[in-house]
């Protein structure tokens, strides 16, 4: 099984919906993030969390919401989809010691329309 | 606010063409991580390299190879003798650690660049 795991892999909404994006890891890491990848843009930081009790906005978290159930659960929600929230969305974990890597989901991509 | 930026948005080879792919970086933090990452078309994140920045050793492995240099604030990519399987998007990205940064910990990505290598 993989380390981290994103649900769905792919999905077509329409505009107006309620999505939810899950995550959830295996690796024990304290600190969770949700990044959105856009065609010449690179991946962008939507929300972050550096333990359950810790919730933080990235450069983009305008139209997003997050939810970190557990320590290996967070979720990102779109409370009411929009086109150009199409794009393709990853989880990605890290340990608190700064000499570790991060660990990336294989993406959700996404389609709005 | 840290920043990374890659100037080239595409390049094309051909096979067995050496290619450079440069990384330049903005970041106020002492202490920080500089990371290549490859995106295949089967759309993953593989993860290349981690460098702290008290490291400016040049790395090689196989026909990889990564300069860092400190005061140009820069972190380039090397692919020797390219192959058709190095066609992929990379990205350079940088994480800062200085205590109390506001940037600490977090991962800020390069726009990316797609290689395309034709056989």
């Known amino acids: 099984d993989a380390d981290v795991t994103q649900t769905p892999r792919n999905r077509i909404t329409k505009t107006g919906k309620r999505i939810m994006l899950e995550c959830s890891q295996t690796?024990?890491?304290?600190?969770m993030y949700w990044y959105r990848q856009d065609p010449g843009l690179g991946l962008r930081l939507i929300y972050y969390?550096?333990?359950?009790?810790?919730?933080n906005k990235g450069e983009i978290s305008d139209g997003y919401s997050v939810s970190r159930q557990a320590q290996a659960k967070f979720s990102l929600s779109l409370e009411s989809a929009i086109p150009n929230q199409t794009a393709l969305y990853f989880c990605?974990?890290?340990?608190?010691?700064?000499?570790?890597?991060?660990?990336f989901g294989s993406g959700t991509r996404l389609t709005v329309v | 606010a840290q920043k990374v930026t890659q100037a080239q948005t595409e390049i094309s080879v051909v096979e067995k063409e050496d290619v450079t792919l440069d990384c330049v970086y903005e970041?106020?933090?002492?202490?920080?991580?500089l990371f290549w990452y490859k995106q295949p078309p089967s759309g993953e994140l593989v993860f290349l390299i981690r460098?702290?920045?008290?490291?400016?050793q040049n790395e090689i492995s196989g026909r990889y190879s990564w300069n860092f240099q400190k005061s140009t604030s820069s972190f380039n990519f090397t692919i020797t003798a390219s192959q058709v399987v190095d066609s992929a998007v990379y990205f350079c990205?940088?994480?800062?650690?200085?205590?109390?940064?506001?940037?600490?910990?977090?991962?800020?990505f390069g726009q990316g660049t797609i290689l395309t290598v034709h056989p």
């Open positions: 990605a974990t890290s340990e608190g010691d700064r000499d570790r890597g991060y660990t």
């Open positions: 690796k024990g890491h304290d600190r």
């Open positions: 969390s550096f333990d359950v009790k810790d919730i």
């Open positions: 970041t106020r933090d002492t202490t920080y991580y």
């Open positions: 460098r702290n920045s008290f490291d400016e």
């Open positions: 990205a940088l994480s800062g650690f200085s205590a109390g940064g506001t940037s600490y910990g977090k991962l800020t």
